[in-house]
């Protein structure tokens, strides 16, 4: 992880600062390992780490930009062969979270193209219990996106549960983390009218890093009646934490440890409803 991290920025910026960065990702992670913190964590200090030596705030936004470019294309040419049921809707969501760190756009999307309005076989399937809640009139739904390409495709589903729902809050990131949805991509889209409320967590990070969100994301968590969690690493650092309302994760399994935290193969679709 800190070696792929490292190699993004680059050694010009890093300087002669290698080593020594080197040294603080293996603290870094002996440390979450002791402390048995989610792996978000460790990625989430070694990133703020690289930035404050290469003065880099955000090193990953060519990529974001390619990768939203790609995917807005991707989107227009398979929307008429997605169903316009609930069941297809989150099947185009979870496609979307095909788009990884460590992976190219034009891989992730060649995945979409190729499955796009096919049924998906879900290692583990709560989907009807997410239906079932949006059908008894919910309040408050709290939306968590994952990586900045998939916006595209967790649209359809954002709306339709925004019909559903009294309020459905769009949550990003409240600052640059890999190559996560954030406050800066959103204002630089043309989606004004379709995300009536858009909150962000008030950090960076992969995940929730609930270790400096803001009181207001912290305030709105509580007041909420669902979470609706997309990508693992919204997974990993939500699904563990006592919350004391449901919440709904649909991601892949994209790494092996979670994966086999579910005894599923790699690249596995869950739609998991916890209560």
Not at 69 to 86: C, N, P, T
Not at 197 to 214: A, E, F, H, Y
Request: with cysteine; charged share 25%; hydrophobic share 45%.
């Amino acid at each position: 992880m800190g070696e792929d991290l490292i190699e993004m920025v680059g050694c010009e910026a890093i300087g002669s600062q290698k080593t020594h960065i080197r040294s603080e990702i293996k603290r870094i992670l002996a440390n979450v390992a002791m402390e048995r913190r989610p792996t978000p964590d460790a990625a989430n200090d070694i990133l703020r780490l690289i930035k404050g030596v290469s003065g880099i705030e955000d090193f990953h936004q060519a990529v974001k930009s390619r990768e939203m470019a790609l995917a807005a294309s991707v989107y227009e040419s398979v929307r008429e062969r997605i169903g316009k049921d609930f069941r297809s809707l989150a099947n185009l969501a979870v496609l979307g979270n095909g788009f990884d760190f460590f992976r190219s756009p034009e891989d992730a999307m060649n995945d979409v193209v190729e499955q796009a309005g096919r049924d998906l076989d879900y290692f583990h399937d709560d989907l009807d219990r997410l239906q079932d809640f949006l059908a008894n009139d919910p309040g408050t739904i709290l939306y968590l996106t994952d990586n900045a390409g998939e916006i595209f495709f967790d649209l359809p589903l954002f709306q339709h549960i925004q019909k559903k729902a009294r309020r459905t809050v769009l949550v990003v990131k409240g600052g640059p983390s890999l190559n996560d949805l954030s406050v800066a991509e959103i204002e630089s889209l043309s989606f004004k009218g379709m995300f009536h409320d858009i909150m962000n967590t008030g950090t960076d990070g992969c995940g929730i890093d609930w270790r400096g969100v803001s009181p207001e994301f912290v305030a709105l968590v509580e007041k909420a009646d669902l979470i609706v969690s997309k990508g693992m690493a919204n997974f990993e650092t939500v699904y563990f934490r006592d919350l004391k309302i449901p919440a709904f994760f649909l991601f892949m399994t994209k790494c092996q440890v979670v994966a086999d935290y579910f005894g599923a193969p790699l690249n596995s679709a869950i739609g998991l409803w916890k209560d």
